[in-house]
């Protein structure tokens, strides 16, 4: 699936099962409220945190596309292509980084 296609099948099944979209600023709230779900589970497999009884079923990847799917939300709602949004932000990137993180003697091992 392109990001095209899932930021229409987002729109279908809002239009379909989810009445309308939320407001921006509710999507905002969730956006943020679904990347901290993401960063209980990082924190907890790969950091300090132990797991609690509640957290040992969560999934990375269904909390993941919880955030994607909030993303394509704010994206449709807005009127941002993703694609080309993407697009130009690799254009963007490999021009600014081209040798920055080559010559990042942090990044070497």
């Known amino acids: 699936m392109t990001i095209k296609e899932a930021q229409q099948k987002v729109d279908e099944w809002i239009r379909t099962y989810g009445v309308r979209y939320f407001s921006p600023l509710t999507n905002m709230a969730q956006l943020t409220e ?5 960063a209980r589970i990082i924190s907890r497999t790969y950091g300090d945190q132990s797991f ?6 969560k999934d990375l990847g269904d909390e993941l596309a919880d955030v994607l799917w909030v993303v394509m939300c704010l994206a449709n709602q807005t009127g941002v292509d993703l694609t080309a949004a993407l697009e130009r932000n690799f254009a963007k990137k ?4 081209a040798q920055r993180h080559i010559n990042n003697e ?3 091992d």
């Not at 679904?34 to 993401?38: A, L, M």
């Not at 609690?52 to 079923?57: A, E, L, T, Y």
């Not at 490999?94 to 980084?97: E, G, Q």
């Open 34 to 38: 679904e990347v901290g779900e993401v």
């Open 52 to 57: 609690k009884p509640s957290d040992r079923d």
């Open 94 to 97: 490999t021009s600014r980084d």
């Open 106 to 108: 942090k990044l070497t």
